[in-house]
């Protein structure tokens, strides 16, 4: 399977939010249900993924299977703590590979076209947040050189 990696326009917007809410879908029917499935195609959500598309400090990936968009990676430089002497810090902010295309490599070749991009805008720290549950993206993202450094945890009242 011949798979292209390129960086997102414009024109690929509509595609990359319609991943996105099968990313959101799959998350809240199995891991949280408290998450906005209206945000996708929302005025912010909307802006959210143009921004990243179209400024310097954002990136949207698409991969390419047949001239068809089978799945994404965002994200951007990103602010670090201030009670921390970080490098310029960048995030991975959310990624979705169509179903039928996983486990083929896709996702790895998205983030390396990501680890590029990083070095070009002399990033020295990547973060990523994953749903706990999702092992998966988990061993992904530890398997690609991610260490565990602050952990979230949350109580319902």
């Known amino acids: 399977m011949d798979v292209d990696i390129r960086k997102a326009t414009i024109n690929d917007l509509v595609r990359v939010q319609e991943l996105n809410l099968k990313l959101f879908e799959k998350e809240y029917e199995e891991w949280d249900s408290l998450l906005d499935l209206n945000w996708t195609f929302s005025e912010v959500g909307t802006k959210y993924f143009a921004d990243r598309i179209s400024v310097d400090e954002g990136f949207v990936f698409v991969a390419l ?30 990624t979705f590979v169509l179903e039928k295309f996983r486990s083929s490599g896709i996702g790895g070749k998205m983030y390396a076209k990501f680890i590029e991009w990083c070095k070009a805008k002399n990033v020295g720290k990547v973060r990523v947040e994953a749903t706990a549950q999702n092992e998966l993206a988990i061993n992904f993202y530890r398997n690609n050189g991610f260490r565990d450094y602050t952990l979230v945890l949350e109580s319902d009242l």
């Open 65 to 94: 299977v047949n001239n068809e968009i089978v799945g994404y990676l965002c994200g951007g430089l990103t602010k670090a703590e201030e009670y921390r002497k970080l490098p310029v810090v960048a995030e991975l902010e959310n």
